[in-house]
Antibody, heavy 128, light 107 residues
Framework: EVQLVESGGVVVQPGGSLRLSCAAS????????MHWVRQAPGKGLEWVSL????????YYADSVKGRFTISRDNSKNSLYLQMNSLRAEDTALYYC?????????????????????WGQGTMVTVSS | EIVLTQSPGTLSLSPGERATLSCRAS???????LAWYQQKPGQAPRLLIY???SRATGIPDRFSGSGSGTDFTLTISRLEPEDFAVYYC????????FGQGTKVEIK
């Protein structure tokens, strides 16, 4: 069964740090780019970060750039999000999601696509 | 950054009716890199449509997507009880962005 399971969400004080994890199973993890997406309580979806299939490229939303770091360990089929200098506005349910794109060997680049597999999310609350 | 604006914010319809949801982009979405997701309360989003018009695996054919450039539409031909949910459009480029969502509620 294709599955993503997030963990690591807790209550943390403003200015604190946290690392989220996402365990993947049921597919060839190192073939795909991966994303983090968050959803504040009662709000819509906000894309947070992307990491390429090999970890060589990363992208961030402006709202988290310089504070969050995405990484992956393909030997462990795991995705991570290191969150530093946390703010109240970072309070949200954090989802990891699999990009359904592929590496185009003809053009020598990854073709990003939609997010076909999502975890159930892990809740991060930033509060004193 | 491409901003996606969805309309209407809420759509009140009865089972069996047709639902038409709109997603407008602030600039052209390249290669129709536009997706639609469904989210029910307490659940993760589910991919419905990618590439503006291709249905994801297992999605019923009452769901269809259309459009190009800056204007995209998700149509649900006949609403089933399980279709009442929030729908998001998304463009996948750098940075990736979502619309604010359209809630389809039972009238």
């Amino acid at each position: 069964e294709v599955q993503l399971v997030e963990s690591g969400g807790v209550v943390v004080q403003p200015g604190g740090s946290l690392r989220l994890s996402c365990a993947a199973s049921g597919f060839t993890f190192d073939d795909y780019a991966m994303h983090w997406v968050r959803q504040a309580p009662g709000k819509g979806l906000e894309w947070v970060s992307l990491i390429s299939w090999d970890g060589g490229s990363t992208y961030y939303a402006d709202s988290v750039k310089g504070r969050f770091t995405i990484s992956r360990d393909n030997s462990k089929n795991s995705l991570y999000l290191q969150m530093n200098s946390l703010r109240a506005e970072d309070t949200a349910l954090y989802y990891c999601a699999k990009d359904m794109g592929y590496y185009d060997y003809v053009w020598g680049s990854y073709r990003y696509d939609a997010f076909d597999i999502w975890g159930q999310g892990t809740m991060v609350t930033v509060s004193s | 950054e491409i901003v996606l604006t969805q309309s209407p914010g809420t759509l009140s319809l009865s089972p069996g009716e047709r639902a038409t949801l709109s997603c407008r982009a602030s600039q052209s979405v390249s290669s129709s890199y536009l997706a639609w997701y469904q989210q029910k309360p307490g659940q993760a989003p589910r991919l419905l449509i990618y590439g503006a018009s291709s249905r994801a695996t297992g999605i019923p054919d009452r769901f269809s997507g259309s459009g190009s450039g800056t204007d995209f539409t998700l149509t649900i031909s006949r609403l089933e009880p399980e279709d009442f949910a929030v729908y998001y459009c998304q463009q996948y480029g750098s940075p990736w962005t979502f619309g604010q969502g359209t809630k389809v509620e039972i009238k």
